[in-house]
């Protein structure tokens, strides 16, 4: 009775894995597409479910093209396309073998930018996860290591254009590829920071002032020695006198500028953002990316932004609407899962939120232009010996960093 109840709950604990769960809706799909053959063979071809018996050297009457275990994985082609259309036929076989495989992907605009604009293509690893449940699929992504473009994937776009030239994309085979697994290669397409509003297309997007642009064109001359040397490098977001702010975002315009900024990051290779709650208009509410201004909308985007990047920094500049101490938990996910560091305004000290830690919050903020607020250690410590009683070690935030 024991070792049943034991099974029992190992069935039960392997039912929650991913892949069972594919296996158990592909295999009732291959039940319900009797006399559908094609439709039927698809499925079991791109998932390799239901688990079938092998035919037999007997039984296999491809002559050893097809193998045994696995099955046809390709229909051939018509006799009628190897007389007319030979040349191609053959070409294509070829670069499904090759280690190598380049495609030309067209992105086309809905509305003409009415100004000349960069555009940034790069591979999104994270959205895959994103994808695969939005369609009920366990695709693989193809590693962005593995993956190129022509131009380095820097396109530019003129005033009149409504689609992008032909980008080409290059594949790279890797080590331990599977050739009946099927890849997915998430692409975004992001412009080259403000949070901008465009009053045409009514959303928000990331805007670079001439001086941040310049950093990021010439990015692996300024920026990734930095990185190299140990230095994180972060973009900061604030508004720019426009509808659009960090702490005034819908929970759809979250979601889509947090993406956005994901691209960004990993287009360039940052390390993560930071918000700064100023420098924005109010906002015009019957516009489904925009909400009210508070607290919560800014505790959103943060969510968001490590949900789209959880290997990238967010940070906060203590500041409008944005506050460590008044960051809410979002979906059950507290600020200090969400939220890596705070920053005061000059002379100020930082409170930790809900699950946040002084490690996180840092002792001093100051502003080199102008000369701003106390460079030295001690006067660190001071403010947080008064803004929290604890001079320990661990209560001093010490960090090299650069901010865009």
């Known amino acids: 009775m024991e070792s049943s109840q034991k099974a029992v709950e190992k069935r039960r604990e392997s039912e929650g894995k991913a892949g069972e769960k594919q296996e158990r809706i592909i295999t009732q799909k291959w039940i319900a597409n009797w006399m559908l053959g094609n439709e039927a063979w698809s499925g079991y071809r791109r998932t390799g479910y239901p688990r079938l018996m092998p035919a037999t050297a007997t039984g296999n009457k491809s002559g050893g093209i097809v193998d045994s275990s696995r099955g046809a994985r390709r229909m051939p082609y018509p006799t009628e396309e190897n007389a007319t259309n030979y040349g191609n036929v053959q070409r294509t076989a070829e670069e499904m073998r090759n280690d190598d495989y380049t495609t030309n992907v067209t992105f086309k605009l809905s509305t003409r930018p009415k100004k000349g604009v960069d555009i940034q293509v790069a591979v999104d690893e994270a959205y895959a996860q994103t994808y695969n449940t939005l369609h009920e699929i366990d695709f693989e992504v193809f590693p962005a290591a593995n993956v190129s473009f022509n131009n380095g994937g820097t396109y530019v776009l003129a005033p009149d254009d409504q689609k992008l030239p032909d980008i080409k994309v290059m594949l790279k085979a890797f080590d331990g590829m599977q050739e009946d697994q099927t890849y997915i290669v998430p692409l975004t397409v992001t ?3 403000n949070i901008n509003w465009d009053a045409e297309r009514k959303r928000v997007y990331v805007y670079n002032n001439p001086n941040v642009q310049f950093l990021l064109d010439n990015n692996e001359e ?8 140990g230095m994180k490098v972060i973009v ?3 508004g720019n006198h426009d509808e659009a702010g960090v702490a005034q975002l819908s929970d759809m315009g979250c979601r889509e500028f947090a993406r956005e900024l994901a691209a960004y990051c990993n287009a360039y290779n940052l390390d993560g953002v930071a918000f700064d709650d100023e420098y924005s208009n109010s906002p015009d509410l ?9 607290t919560y909308a800014a505790s959103r ?9 959880p290997d990238k920094i967010v940070s906060l500049y203590n500041y409008g609407s944005i506050y460590s101490q008044k960051l809410q938990v979002i979906d059950g996910i507290t600020p200090g899962e969400y939220c890596d560091y705070a920053v005061g305004d000059y002379n100020r000290s930082v409170s930790p939120g809900i699950g946040m830690t002084l490690k996180q919050c840092g002792g001093m903020s100051i502003e080199l232009n102008l000369g701003r607020g106390d460079f030295t250690e001690s006067g660190a410590c001071q403010k947080k010996e008064q803004g929290y009683g604890d001079s320990s070690p661990s209560a001093v935030f010490s960090s090299a960093g650069i901010f865009l």
């Open 222 to 229: 300024y920026l990734q020695p930095l990185r190299k040397a």
């Open 191 to 193: 412009r080259a920071a």
């Open 286 to 294: 019957s516009n489904p990316w925009l909400a009210q201004k508070s």
């Open 236 to 238: 900061s977001i604030l």
């Open 301 to 309: 985007l943060a969510y968001e932004c490590k949900k789209a990047m």
